[in-house]
Each structure stands twice: as structure tokens, then as C-alpha cells.
């Protein structure tokens, strides 16, 4: 549906991220360190103070307020040249609308989202996109702190 | 045949009610308390608090001898993951799903396979040929 540009070697790798919560932003900071150029789409616009102020004003995080499911609003970010698409919003449906659009209208080659919901996570992991859960991991850490 | 319908706002629960009296087994899946509760008084024994692209809620509702689910809540989102829910994991063999946004047809068939029905193209098709009539009448 929509032609994607050829990134080369050396350009540093772009990266989408829909929601700017305390997961996005710390998700968005931990990518920078990797040498990832972040475009952040948020429909919230306050946000964004999660956001460290340094990498946007030197325009290697790139906030954007609008809705990740969009497509308008997505062609406001590079999505077309992005090379991973990241859904983090507070909420599985959304996640998993964004990610599919990313993956089958944009064809992002790298898709990731997040699920609250172990059943859905297993769902989206079949269907090729890159679904985490912080449930498993989360009960494993308490159930460990719970035993000392 | 029975029918999960995830959504009773005015089109949910007017098929709802077509369905039962043509004969079909229906539930009916939604998320507010007095909804449900006002199906029952109209139908009894046909509603499922919860919400429909949960997959406890699903197979509460009897998702796994379904034959066909109805998603039509007012969240395109919502309703794309109540049918590929029901299509992945519950092996329900015919899936149809509202949406609002337009542009979302072509991704939602393709991505589960349903019937895609799409609300604001037959509103606008639909005042299309009422302005149209009218444009000739006055022409």
C-alpha cells in the first residue's frame, strides 16, 4: 500500500514508538543509548515531560501528539522508513491495532508490542508480531521476593 | 446456529433481538451492568458481563461451539481483537466486524478473515444517494 524507502548501512536505525508512558519514555532513553533516531507518538501531549529534554532538542527524539492507530497520524513519523515499530500504550487493543497496522500497511520489518494479557501475548506471538507481557516476569520477581 | 454478539449499543442489540426471534441461540457480550441487565429482562439468559476481546469472557460466552461472532462495539480496535480472538482461539468459523474508521476495511479482512462491515461507508453511501435524489429533483 505504501512504498518503503531503502535505509542504508550507516544511517543510525529509526524507531516508532506509540505511547509515552513511564514504559515508552524509559523504552524511548534505552534506545537512544543504542544509537536509535525515536519518533514518539502520544495522544497525550503532557506525556512527553517524561521525556529527558537533552536528545529533543537535539532532534534525536522526536515527540509527536497523535493517535498511533492512524494512519495520518503515523505518516507524520518516518513509519515508512523505520526500521522498528514499537506499541506501548496502556492498552492490548490498541497495541495490537497499531502493530498490525505497522507491520501489514507499513511493513516495518521489526514489530514489537505489549501485552497485559498472557492470552493475547501468546495470540500476536502466533500471528508475527513480537508480543510481550510483563505479567510472567513481574509474578516471577514478587514470587521470588515473597519467598525470602 | 448460535451467535456471540461482543456489543449491545443500538445495532448490537437489534440484531440481537432479530436473531432470537428467527430462532437462533444467542449471548450477548457487553461491558456496562445495566445493559446487561436490561438484555435480560428483554431476552433472560442471553448476556456475559465482560469485555469480548478477552479470552475468559469468550469462553464463558461458549466461543468454543459458536458458530459465528458479531463484534460491533464502538471501538474498531476492540472489535478486531474480540474476531481474531475468537478466529485463533476458539476456531469460530465466521467472524464479522463493525468499524467506524474506513479506512481499516482492507486490514481487517485480511487479518482474520471476517466480513467487514463497514459503518460510516453505508452512511455516507446512503446520504450519497438521498443528496443525489435530491439534487435531481431539483435540477
Known amino acids: 500500500m505504501f512504498n518503503r524507502t531503502e535505509a542504508t548501512e550507516q544511517d543510525s536505525p529509526i524507531t516508532v514508538i506509540m505511547g509515552c508512558g513511564r514504559l515508552g519514555a524509559s523504552i524511548a532513553h534505552g534506545l537512544l543509548d543504542e544509537g536509535h533516531r525515536i519518533f514518539i507518538i502520544d495522544t497525550q501531549g503532557s506525556n512527553f515531560n517524561r521525556l529527558r529534554s537533552e536528545p529533543i532538542q537535539s532532534g534525536t527524539i522526536t515527540p509527536l501528539i497523535g493517535d498511533g492507530t492512524l494512519y495520518a497520524d503515523l505518516l507524520r513519523t518516518p513509519i515508512q ?6 506499541a506501548v500504550s496502556g492498552r ?35 500471528l508475527g508480531l513480537s508480543a510481550i507481557s510483563g505479567i510472567k516476569p513481574f509474578t516471577d520477581l514478587v514470587v521470588r521476593a515473597a519467598k525470602n | 446456529m448460535y451467535a456471540i454478539i461482543v456489543g449491545a449499543d443500538r445495532a448490537g442489540e437489534a440484531i440481537a433481538a432479530w436473531l432470537i426471534n428467527v430462532g437462533h441461540e444467542v449471548t450477548v457480550v457487553d461491558r456496562s451492568v445495566a445493559k446487561c441487565e436490561s ?12 469485555y469480548g476481546a478477552e479470552h475468559g469472557v469468550l469462553a464463558k460466552s461458549g466461543a468454543n461451539r459458536a458458530d459465528v461472532l458479531i463484534a460491533a462495539t464502538g471501538m474498531d480496535d476492540v472489535n478486531l481483537v474480540s474476531c481474531q480472538m475468537a478466529m485463533y482461539r476458539f476456531s469460530v468459523g465466521h467472524t464479522i466486524a463493525v468499524i467506524q474508521n ?8 485480511n487479518l482474520g478473515d471476517s466480513t467487514v462491515i463497514n459503518a460510516t461507508k ?18
Open chain 1, 92 to 126: 492490548d487493543t490498541q497495541n495490537a491495532l497499531a502493530a498490525q497496522i505497522a507491520k501489514h500497511i507499513f511493513e516495518a520489518p521489526n514489530v514489537i508490542c505489549r501485552m497485559n494479557d498472557p492470552e493475547r501475548q501468546a495470540m500476536f506471538m502466533e
Open chain 2, 39 to 50: 438484555l435480560e429482562d428483554s431476552f433472560g439468559g442471553v448476556a456475559v458481563l465482560g
Open chain 2, 122 to 139: 453505508l452512511i455516507t453511501d446512503n446520504m450519497m444517494s438521498a443528496l443525489s435524489g435530491i439534487q435531481e429533483e431539483n435540477s
Open chain 1, 81 to 86: 522508513d523505520a526500521q522498528v515499530f514499537i
Open chain 2, 102 to 109: 474506513a479506512e481499516y476495511e482492507e486490514l481487517f479482512q
